[in-house]
């Protein structure tokens, strides 16, 4: 597996973005068409039934929402996979912590960093790829992709600075 690509910026406020691998181009395809499926199918229904002169049940608003929710989790999923990055922003006070997906952005984290403490999580089954991890006495913030283990000794060397 190749080296992940990673930015880190430091300054008054300092930022560490990962990005993620993309996906082959199939994988995205599939899951691009089997999204557009999930959000056309109960459109389709329901003209069906319009056009039948058929009586709409109420498991047709059930269907839309279950078959919209899967869609958008689809699309979540492909641009994930297609443009997703992982922002940490360390400030003075605390560090926030939010995956952009490019059109929208993943709920954001926060921990304050009174008795913050940086952890290298090794992943499963390759030891050479690593993950951050800061906790305090009450949260914890973890990343997702996981980045070569020596780049991440250099990023948390310079973390530890800002905040020993």
């Known amino acids: 597996m190749a080296s992940t690509k990673y930015q880190f910026v430091q300054g008054a406020t300092s930022v560490l973005t990962t990005f993620t691998h993309k996906t082959p181009k199939l994988i995205r395809l599939i899951l691009s068409v089997l999204a557009i499926v999930a959000f056309l199918s109960p459109i389709v229904a329901t003209i069906n039934l319009i056009i039948n002169d058929r ?4 498991g047709l608003f059930g269907s839309f929402i279950i078959l919209w929710s899967a869609g958008y989790y689809m699309i979540r999923i492909v641009l ?12 003075d006070d605390k560090v926030t912590y939010y995956c ?3 059109y929208f952005q993943g709920s ?12 290298l999580v090794k992943s499963g ?4 790829l690593a993950t951050l ?6 949260e914890k913030i973890e990343m997702v992709i996981p980045v070569s283990l020596a780049d ?6 310079k973390i530890r600075i800002n905040y020993a």
């Open 152 to 157: 991440l000794r250099l990023v948390e060397e």
């Open 133 to 138: 991890c800061f906790t305090n006495a009450d």
């Open 55 to 58: 009586e709409i049940k109420f």
């Open 108 to 119: 954001k984290k926060q921990i304050k960093t009174d008795q913050l403490k940086i952890e």
């Open 125 to 128: 089954g390759q030891n050479d």
């Open 100 to 102: 952009d997906y490019k």
């Open 80 to 91: 994930w996979n297609s443009f997703g990055k992982e922002v940490i922003t360390f400030d």
